[in-house]
């Protein structure tokens, strides 16, 4: 069965500081896809990126950068020098190819709070 | 900005009311979803529409009722919602589906209220 593990509920730094947000999955599909989602207090869930099963690929956008590792089952964000405007929910999710399904499955979410 | 627009942003509706919550893409998508998302939890899909086809129904109540009038619209028309309905409702779609490994895009939402 698929799951998606965001262990950390609720995280809190100061604005300029690192920050690693985890998402551990388990899927028995050779073929799958990872995403991440942002989702501010607004409501709207904001694409960040999507990865697929045989790229792993580290990617960095700005001060987003992504870690995929198949070995630990992980895909994990970073953000760099954070600042106030990325405070928000972010949900790590998983979808496989096989059977068609058109489920999404998510993680419980990470609050991310960045102060000033 | 998003490319996928929801209307209402918010909606008030009383147990007896019929209301309705629309959704639109101009994207091509040929893929479009309805998702309800609680506070504090992540969203939990309602309804897939495949080429303007009801393609899943994760035994949602009766009392919402999904339509796909054409390729780039959704709705969700509600009747005799209760207080639990209470959520955020998030439209998505997709070029033709995740299982074709796309993205879904979502929309802002419509946060609802039955009071």
């Known amino acids: 069965a698929q799951k998606v593990t965001q262990a950390q509920t609720e995280i809190s730094v100061v604005e300029k500081e690192d920050v690693t947000l985890d998402c551990v999955y388990e899927t028995r599909d050779t073929t799958y896809y990872l995403f991440w989602y942002k989702q501010p207090p607004s409501g709207e869930l904001v694409f960040l990126i999507r990865?697929?099963?045989?790229?792993?690929q580290n990617e960095i956008s700005g001060r987003y950068s992504w870690n995929f590792q198949k070995s630990t089952s992980s895909f994990n964000f970073t953000i760099t020098a954070s600042q106030v405007v990325d405070s928000a929910v972010y949900f790590c999710a998983l979808s496989e190819a096989r059977g068609g399904s058109e489920k999404l499955v998510f993680g419980k979410g990470t609050k991310l709070t960045v102060n000033p | 900005d998003t490319e996928v627009t929801q209307t209402p942003k918010h909606l008030v509706m009383g147990m007896t009311n019929k209301k309705s919550l629309k959704c639109e893409q101009h994207?091509?998508?040929?893929?479009m979803y309805w998702y309800k998302q609680k506070a504090k939890k992540p969203p939990e899909l309602m309804f897939v529409?495949?080429?303007?086809?009801?393609?899943i129904n994760e035994s949602v109540p009766s009392r919402f009722s999904p339509e796909c009038p054409n390729s780039s619209l959704l709705n969700l028309h509600l009747h005799a919602l209760q207080p639990e309905d209470s959520a955020l409702y998030l439209c998505?779609?997709?070029?033709?589906?995740?299982?074709?490994?796309?993205?879904?895009?979502f929309g802002e939402g419509s946060w609802l209220t039955v009071v």
């Open positions: 994207m091509g998508h040929r893929a």
């Open positions: 990865r697929n099963s045989f790229d792993e």
């Open positions: 998505a779609s997709s070029q033709e589906g995740l299982a074709r490994g796309n993205t879904i895009y």
């Open positions: 529409y495949s080429y303007e086809k009801l393609s």
